[in-house]
């Protein structure tokens, strides 16, 4: 009988801590993917949404990344001085908490962000 209550406490207590175990792992991985998708930018997370890949290695991801979108510059000229040698930034906006590309020229400066002015 003594055999039969220890056994079902060792189960028990074995259970319990595996269940604790697992409950905090799963906690820690869902807030580093948390901490992840907080670090990207929205045009990152939605190219990888997107895709309809389930994993990614290394040089498929940066090629994700690296690929150029509908609204490339390399096909665009500078309105300003007519060069091709424009560049893709993101600028942050506080009040959406969010990023937004525009593009500027290497040549003289000239933004789309500056269009208003």
Known sequence: MQFIVGLLIGGFITWLVTHLYYRRSRRDAQR???????????????A???????????PELCDLINSPS??????MV?????????RQHHSYVCATDDYFPY???DNCGWSDLKKGN
């Open 70 to 75: 509908p609204s490339s510059p390399s096909n």
């Open 32 to 46: 580093d993917q948390e901490i992840i998708y907080n670090k990207l930018s929205k045009e990152i997370r939605d």
């Open 103 to 105: 593009l500027e020229c």
């Open 48 to 58: 990888i949404l997107q895709d309809d890949r389930e994993k990614f290695t290394v």
């Open 78 to 86: 500078c309105p300003e001085c007519g060069s091709a040698n424009l």
